[in-house]
């Protein structure tokens, strides 16, 4: 039974969705945004929270925490997406109004939710994206912050702002060029091309491929694999980012950049990013929301009574169905 300390970092959120699976002791954070998957500075602030009390856990176990946390894992609920990125409406608002102080606190919560991630919360966990749709932009950026990526053979991932004259300013250069050094870095943020998960993995980006619709299988295989050489692989991961150790300066100062060039966007830019926008929100309105917690939550088997995760005592399944989707 979860601690009540622990439930807590469950609840609460809006933008997101979080659950913790115990067989694997991994938290799972779900961006799930229904009409446009991006990230608002909402749903930033949320991720930061839930950041920032795992963290807080932690310590208040004195590192030893009575929950066990070894996995923090991204994910999308959202069919064939894993992330846009950037809002890019809200975007191209602040940049209209010359909005300089609005662009800013944006890049700033971008970095802070990319900074922490990429220092695996200076915890001992290991943090994973799980990409089953395409990643854009700041998607993008979230799953390089991430020291695995698990991706679908049928996913793709792109940096397209070169193609309305700006560039990812959240993380993406000093990611990328972490993985794959500084010519393939700039060649990939300048070409504006839209990427297969098997490209990236031949890169050194994606690391490791799963077959369509098997991305939570390869998942599951991989953290079984792993679980009893943790200690191990979470000391050589603890070695690499020491070795990679991103500055939070640096990309504070790469965002400042980014709020000069996204200043200086003329009105034909603009348009372009409003007909990206138009484009991906079209392809989302053919996607169906789909909650994986409440797919493995019907495949569990409850007998009543039963004590929740909050010690209250459920007498009978109020359920219509034991799928809460239907």
Same mark, same amino acid.
């Given at each position: 039974?979860?601690d009540k300390k622990?439930?807590?970092?469950?609840?609460g959120y809006d933008?997101?969705?979080?659950?913790?699976?115990?067989?694997?002791?991994?938290?799972?954070?779900?961006?799930?945004?229904?009409?446009?998957?991006?990230?608002?500075?909402?749903?930033?602030?949320?991720?930061?929270?839930?950041?920032?009390?795992?963290?807080?856990?932690?310590?208040?176990?004195?590192?030893?925490?009575?929950?066990?946390?070894?996995?923090?894992?991204?994910?999308?609920?959202?069919?064939?997406?894993?992330?846009?990125?950037?809002?890019?409406?809200?975007?191209?608002?602040?940049?209209?109004?010359?909005?300089?102080?609005?662009?800013?606190?944006?890049?700033?919560?971008?970095?802070?939710?990319?900074?922490?991630?990429?220092?695996?919360?200076?915890?001992?966990?290991?943090?994973?994206?799980?990409?089953?749709?395409?990643?854009?932009?700041?998607?993008?950026?979230?799953?390089?912050?991430? +020291?695995?990526? !698990? #991706?679908?053979?049928?996913?793709? $991932?792109? =940096?397209?702002?070169?193609?309305? @004259?700006?560039?990812?300013?959240?993380?993406?250069?000093?990611?990328?060029?972490?993985?794959?050094?500084?010519?393939?870095?700039?060649?990939?943020?300048?070409?504006?091309?839209?990427?297969?998960?098997?490209?990236?993995?031949?890169?050194?980006?994606?690391?490791?491929?799963?077959?369509?619709?098997?991305?939570?299988?390869?998942?599951?295989?991989?953290?079984?694999?792993?679980?009893?050489?943790?200690?191990?692989?979470?000391?050589?991961?603890?070695?690499?980012?020491?070795?990679?150790?991103?500055?939070?300066?640096?990309?504070?100062?790469?965002?400042?950049?980014?709020?000069?060039?996204?200043?200086?966007?003329?009105?034909?830019?603009?348009?372009?990013?409003?007909?990206?926008?138009?484009?991906?929100?079209?392809?989302?309105?053919?996607?169906?929301?789909?909650?994986?917690? +409440?797919?493995? !939550? #019907?495949?569990?088997?409850?007998? $009543?009574? =039963?004590?929740?995760?909050?010690? @209250?005592?459920?007498?009978?399944?109020?359920?219509?169905?034991?799928?809460?989707?239907?």
């Amino acid at each position: 039974m979860l601690d009540k300390k622990f439930n807590k970092l469950l609840c609460g959120y809006d933008e997101i969705t979080v659950r913790y699976d115990t067989d694997s002791a991994a938290i799972w954070c779900y961006l799930n945004l229904k009409e446009h998957p991006c990230y608002t500075p909402k749903s930033l602030q949320e991720m930061h929270s839930l950041q920032l009390s795992i963290v807080e856990y932690f310590k208040s176990h004195h590192m030893n925490p009575k929950t066990p946390i070894r996995y923090l894992i991204l994910a999308s609920q959202t069919d064939g997406v894993f992330n846009y990125g950037g809002d890019l409406e809200l975007f191209s608002k602040f940049v209209a109004h010359k909005d300089r102080r609005s662009l800013s606190n944006y890049a700033q919560k971008c970095i802070d939710v990319i900074h922490l991630q990429s220092k695996n919360l200076n915890l001992p966990i290991t943090t994973i994206a799980l990409v089953e749709g395409t990643a854009l932009g700041g998607g993008f950026e979230a799953a390089l912050s991430c +020291d695995i990526i !698990i #991706a679908q053979k049928d996913t793709k $991932f792109g =940096f397209p702002e070169i193609r309305y @004259n700006l560039f990812p300013g959240m993380g993406a250069f000093s990611l990328l060029a972490r993985r794959i050094g500084l010519q393939k870095t700039e060649e990939i943020l300048t070409n504006g091309k839209i990427y297969t998960a098997q490209e990236l993995h031949r890169l050194g980006i994606v690391t490791i491929l799963a077959e369509p619709n098997e991305g939570q299988k390869t998942l599951d295989k991989f953290i079984q694999k792993e679980s009893r050489l943790f200690n191990g692989t979470q000391a050589i991961r603890s070695a690499k980012n020491i070795y990679n150790n991103i500055d939070y300066l640096e990309l504070l100062d790469i965002s400042k950049v980014w709020v000069e060039a996204a200043l200086k966007l003329k009105s034909k830019d603009l348009k372009l990013m409003k007909q990206l926008v138009r484009v991906q929100t079209l392809k989302n309105i053919k996607q169906r929301v789909r909650t994986k917690q +409440d797919r493995r !939550i #019907a495949r569990q088997v409850f007998s $009543f009574p =039963f004590t929740d995760y909050s010690n @209250n005592i459920i007498q009978d399944d109020r359920r219509i169905t034991a799928d809460r989707r239907a």
